[in-house]
């Protein structure tokens, strides 16, 4: 699913008002009605106080229309305006009037703090003040207002966007943006619906299909693309019945120092998971009868020191190298790693250590094999590419990067971005259960699975991700989100590939 800003979807609304003879005021009533039928399915009649918060524009016009079919429905409802500028709009105007056509209690004028109604905890608040066109800092006495709402502790629907958030820019002040428990929003979702810094004032998300223009929607670039299993399912190659191992390439899996052998363990396991034809481990000395006896599966190849690697030399064509998981950043394991790097021009996967070394030793950056593939979480990733003021920022610099070194970032976190120069793709699978050690790991022995099979970077990333997320959720449907443990992980990517079918696989010639 597409990801567009709001001067896009400000054009697909007109496009469609062309293309389909309607008036703005017509549309207004088709997907406000269907947040109308959203709120009516989960109040089900129920006696409970709905208070509606209404702008003076057209996110207020939608607010006016659920108001009056709310009333009309018989529910108990109180309309409040937040008076913030004289102007109004048309929407905004005609849907007032069918208000006082249907009630006798017109909405209530607000136009200072003076003015803030009460708000129980057991309230219901649609929250309609400010919609996808905000640009601007809340007016003062409009912010208070906001913080009012989210003190009373009621359960709170934004429509479209939770008042105070932009969809296309940072906001400064969070605490006057509206934290929302639930959010519908029209036609496509926004960006800032999955940054760190904002998606938490979201709550949780539907989006409604309101009948925009579909041509213009389909040939709109993106800002982002959401990643669900609909798209994920596009990206997997079916496995064809006359093949073999070789067929699905050799990962090498080069990680691990002493007392830090588990993380490879878990990253080869996740590999062999997720379908590698070959997994060779490299890992130093001390490694070698923990990992014969932990995972018979994999080959193991040592380094002539008993706890680190120093000398990373094998008699092996690897289709593609996992690399970092575990290494430590000792003075000889950079220098190996730099010979490496050197010496080998296929896409690599680098994870923890990888990107620690990458960081502390910057022109190394510059051998990094074209269309390689970077995990970092944000605390690696604000070692790699310094410190940003917000999430756009943040964004910007990555695209940069990746520009420059010709890679692949992944920014990893609860939704993960996977990020090049030109596109943005956002994961939406996953869970709290997956922040737990090791977890990382496996996502980088999936990434390498995927290469060595013959995908292409990019599309080994969005793949991926995806796969490691489902796992994720797979893993915890059993076991809880506290009880995941990343072997759990790694068990379940086979699981995770098989969902992305609703019946049996079947074999291809």
């Not at 220098?335 to 030793?361: R, T, W």
Request: net charge negative.
């Amino acid at each position: 699913m597409k990801i567009l800003s709001a001067k896009q979807i400000k054009e697909a609304d007109k496009l469609t008002l062309e293309k389909q003879g309607i008036t703005s005021t017509e549309l207004m009533e088709r997907a406000a009605s269907l947040v109308f039928e959203e709120i009516h399915k989960r109040l089900e009649g129920a006696p409970i106080p709905v208070k509606i918060f209404c702008g003076i524009g057209n996110n207020g016009g939608d607010g006016l229309v659920v108001g009056r079919q709310l009333i009309e429905a018989g529910y108990d409802v109180t309309i409040y305006v937040v008076n913030y500028s004289d102007q109004r709009s048309m929407d905004f105007l005609v849907n007032y009037d069918r208000i006082k056509n249907i009630s006798k209690d017109w909405p209530t004028l607000l136009k200072s703090e003076d003015d803030f109604p009460e708000i129980n905890y057991g309230d219901f608040v649609v929250d309609a003040i400010f919609g996808v066109g905000l640009n601007r800092p809340l007016p003062g006495w409009v912010a208070k207002l906001v913080r009012h709402i989210n003190a009373s502790g009621a359960f709170i629907l934004a429509i479209d966007m939770p008042s105070g958030l932009m969809a296309d820019a940072a906001v400064e002040d969070r605490e006057s943006i509206v934290r929302a428990s639930y959010t519908i929003t029209f036609q496509v979702p926004k960006m800032a619906f999955y940054m760190p810094d904002t998606a938490p004032f979201v709550g949780d998300l539907q989006v409604l299909e309101i009948g925009l223009d579909p041509e213009f929607l389909q040939n709109a670039p993106a800002e982002a693309q959401l990643i669900s299993k609909p798209e994920a399912k596009a990206l997997y190659t079916p496995r064809k019945r006359f093949s073999h191992k070789g067929t699905y390439g050799h990962a090498l899996i080069i990680g691990g120092s002493y007392g830090k052998i588990g993380s490879v363990c878990l990253t080869a396991t996740a590999a062999l998971r997720a379908g590698a034809g070959l997994v060779t481990i490299f890992a130093p000395k001390c490694s070698y009868e923990i990992l014969q006896t932990s995972l018979p599966e994999a080959m193991v190849l040592t380094d002539p020191h008993y706890e680190i690697l120093t000398n990373l030399k094998f008699d092996l064509e690897p289709d593609v190298i996992g690399f970092g998981i575990g290494v430590g950043t000792k003075k000889e394991t950079v220098e190996a790693f730099e010979q490496l790097l050197k010496n080998y021009n296929k896409p690599m996967v680098i994870d923890a250590d990888g990107l620690n070394i990458l960081s502390k030793n910057s022109p190394l950056l510059n051998l990094l094999p074209e269309g390689s593939l970077l995990t970092p979480h944000p605390k690696e990733l604000e070692r790699l590419i310094g410190s940003w003021k917000d999430d756009f920022e943040k964004l910007e610099k990555v695209r940069s990067f990746t520009k420059k070194y010709k890679i692949v970032v992944l920014i990893k976190g609860t939704y993960t971005f996977t990020v090049t120069p030109n596109d943005i793709f956002i994961n939406t699978t996953g869970n709290p259960g997956m922040a737990t050690a090791g977890s990382g790991d496996v996502l980088t022995g999936v990434l390498t699975a995927l290469i060595s099979q013959g995908y292409e970077p990019l599309r080994a990333a969005v793949l991926g991700v995806y796969l490691h997320g489902k796992a994720g959720d797979l893993a915890a449907e059993k076991m809880s989100y506290e009880g995941v443990i990343a072997g759990d992980i790694a068990k379940n990517t086979g699981a995770a590939i098989f969902d992305l079918f609703e019946t049996k696989q079947t074999n291809n010639s």
